[in-house]
């Protein structure tokens, strides 16, 4: 019996011992105390406090775990990519999702498969839209910290003058209203002659500029809404911002000087510092063409340094940042869109005169083109200059001819 009770008492002395090296592993925040460096664009103050707040609340659970707030100045992609040829740069930062694949194919950024699977992180709580350019050959290199979408804002007083009671639906409401709005002193639409904003015609046509892995130009379903767009600049009835003598679209509208804009949810800060009243616009979600509803969704995501020596912190904080307990701090600031589908409720319950913001994300194209995406861009904005500027009305023709100059 008492050989018994001692070979008892050494088992569970072992097991024990072994448990406690388990959990030892499981939180390597127990033991050490250790620095990360969180690599930033510089912003502004307001974007600046939330990542400070969401810092503040992750060292609460993680004392031992200190983290360096990097703000990169100037050319971010350019400076990201010195630091990383010195391996100085920081253990997670900043990705943008247009140069997300070239980030990734030159195999600087950690695969997250792993660090997911070993804490449970799952793709299905983001917006889907959201991961794509931040997976690559299966594999998920980043998880998107927030995003925004296009939306239509308008000026309420212009539409009530005009006899409209309610923002359009559809492409055939978007031209009349713009065509009624346009006086000698206004223009019923204004947006940028960019692919970032004229895009979402060509889907809302049942057409496509990107199939998933690589751009495509000359869809005829495409061609023709983004034809639709680019006539209304033809027309007289929209206009871009240099147009109107505003240096963006965000003063256009405050002076004004449209009644509509296509635009993100950033203007709504922008607009609170103008002293615009928020009950003199409304937003709405894009007015839907012959094949159903589309918009822009923008968004960055954490991504993790291949070279960080503290990868499984790294993972935790990109984690905290990305899920509930980091994205309330978003959905208070109300600057940008929680990337977490659950946030996302609570911005919509938060901000409900946004929920067309929220209710894009559903169905909205990333901005994101594959490896060649600053090329692709260039491409298009260049074909749109030549239909609208140069007059050239044949819009297959000037991007194969674009193509034949950019996508070298």
Same mark, same amino acid.
């Given at each position: 019996?008492?050989?018994?009770?001692?070979?008892?008492?050494?088992?569970?002395?072992?097991?024990?011992?072994?448990?406690?090296?388990?959990?030892?592993?499981?939180?390597?925040?127990?033991?050490?105390?250790?620095?990360?460096?969180?690599?930033?664009?510089?912003?502004?103050?307001?974007?600046?406090?939330?990542?400070?707040?969401?810092?503040?609340?992750?060292?609460?659970?993680?004392?031992?775990?200190?983290?360096?707030?990097?703000?990169?100045?100037?050319?971010?992609?350019?400076?990201?990519?010195?630091?990383?040829?010195?391996?100085?740069?920081?253990?997670?930062?900043?990705?943008?999702?247009?140069?997300?694949?070239?980030?990734?194919?030159?195999?600087?950024?950690?695969?997250?498969?792993?660090?997911?699977?070993?804490?449970?992180?799952?793709?299905?709580?983001?917006?889907?839209?959201?991961?794509?350019?931040? =997976?690559?050959?299966?594999?998920?290199?980043?998880?998107?910290?927030?995003?925004?979408?296009?939306?239509?804002?308008?000026?309420?007083?212009?539409?009530?003058?005009?006899?409209?009671?309610?923002?359009?639906?559809?492409?055939?409401?978007?031209?009349?209203?713009?065509?009624?709005?346009?006086?000698?002193?206004?223009?019923?639409?204004?947006?940028?002659?960019?692919?970032?904003?004229?895009?979402?015609?060509?889907?809302?046509?049942?057409?496509?500029?990107?199939?998933?892995?690589?751009?495509?130009?000359?869809?005829?379903?495409?061609?023709?809404?983004?034809?639709?767009?680019?006539?209304?600049?033809?027309?007289? =009835?929209?206009?871009?911002?240099?147009?109107?003598?505003?240096?963006?679209?965000?003063?256009?509208?405050?002076?004004?000087?449209?009644?509509?804009?296509?635009?993100?949810?950033?203007?709504?800060?922008?607009?609170?510092?103008?002293?615009?009243?928020?009950?003199?616009?409304?937003?709405?979600?894009?007015?839907?063409?012959?094949?159903?509803?589309?918009?822009?969704?923008?968004?960055?995501?954490?991504?993790?340094?291949?070279?960080?020596?503290?990868?499984?912190?790294?993972?935790?904080?990109?984690?905290?940042?990305?899920?509930?307990?980091?994205?309330?701090?978003?959905?208070?600031?109300?600057?940008?869109?929680?990337?977490?589908?659950?946030?996302?409720?609570?911005?919509?319950?938060?901000?409900?005169?946004?929920?067309?913001?929220?209710?894009?994300?559903?169905?909205?194209?990333?901005?994101?083109?594959?490896?060649?995406?600053?090329?692709?861009?260039?491409?298009?904005?260049?074909?749109?200059?030549?239909?609208?500027?140069?007059?050239?009305?044949?819009?297959?023709?000037?991007?194969?001819?674009?193509?034949?100059? =950019?996508?070298?």
């Amino acid at each position: 019996m008492k050989k018994f009770l001692t070979i008892l008492l050494t088992l569970i002395f072992l097991l024990s011992l072994v448990a406690g090296m388990g959990a030892a592993q499981k939180d390597v925040f127990a033991t050490s105390k250790i620095t990360l460096k969180l690599g930033a664009w510089a912003s502004s103050p307001a974007e600046k406090k939330i990542v400070q707040n969401q810092i503040a609340a992750f060292k609460k659970l993680y004392p031992n775990v200190d983290i360096k707030l990097v703000e990169i100045v100037g050319d971010y992609n350019q400076k990201m990519q010195l630091l990383m040829a010195s391996k100085t740069e920081p253990d997670i930062f900043y990705m943008d999702s247009m140069p997300a694949w070239q980030y990734i194919a030159k195999n600087v950024l950690e695969p997250f498969d792993s660090w997911m699977k070993k804490y449970n992180v799952k793709t299905i709580g983001y917006e889907s839209s959201l991961l794509q350019p931040f =997976i690559y050959k299966g594999k998920v290199y980043g998880l998107p910290k927030d995003y925004n979408t296009l939306v239509l804002f308008y000026n309420k007083e212009m539409f009530k003058q005009a006899g409209l009671t309610q923002p359009p639906k559809t492409w055939q409401e978007l031209k009349e209203y713009a065509k009624k709005l346009t006086t000698d002193k206004v223009v019923g639409l204004t947006m940028n002659l960019e692919l970032a904003r004229i895009q979402p015609f060509a889907y809302q046509n049942g057409g496509k500029v990107f199939d998933g892995s690589k751009p495509v130009f000359t869809d005829p379903k495409a061609l023709e809404g983004l034809k639709f767009a680019l006539d209304l600049f033809k027309e007289g =009835i929209c206009k871009t911002p240099k147009d109107l003598g505003a240096g963006w679209v965000g003063d256009a509208f405050a002076d004004k000087k449209a009644a509509m804009t296509i635009e993100g949810g950033w203007m709504i800060p922008f607009l609170n510092d103008r002293k615009i009243p928020k009950d003199q616009y409304g937003i709405a979600e894009l007015p839907a063409g012959p094949a159903g509803k589309s918009t822009m969704a923008f968004t960055v995501a954490y991504v993790m340094s291949k070279n960080s020596k503290h990868k499984p912190e790294a993972f935790k904080l990109i984690r905290f940042l990305t899920g509930e307990g980091g994205q309330k701090y978003v959905v208070e600031a109300g600057l940008a869109l929680p990337s977490l589908k659950s946030a996302g409720v609570n911005f919509a319950k938060t901000y409900p005169e946004r929920k067309a913001l929220v209710d894009g994300a559903k169905y909205a194209q990333v901005y994101f083109y594959g490896l060649d995406g600053t090329k692709v861009v260039d491409v298009f904005n260049k074909a749109f200059e030549d239909y609208v500027i140069g007059k050239k009305y044949d819009l297959k023709k000037n991007i194969e001819e674009r193509v034949k100059q =950019i996508m070298k």
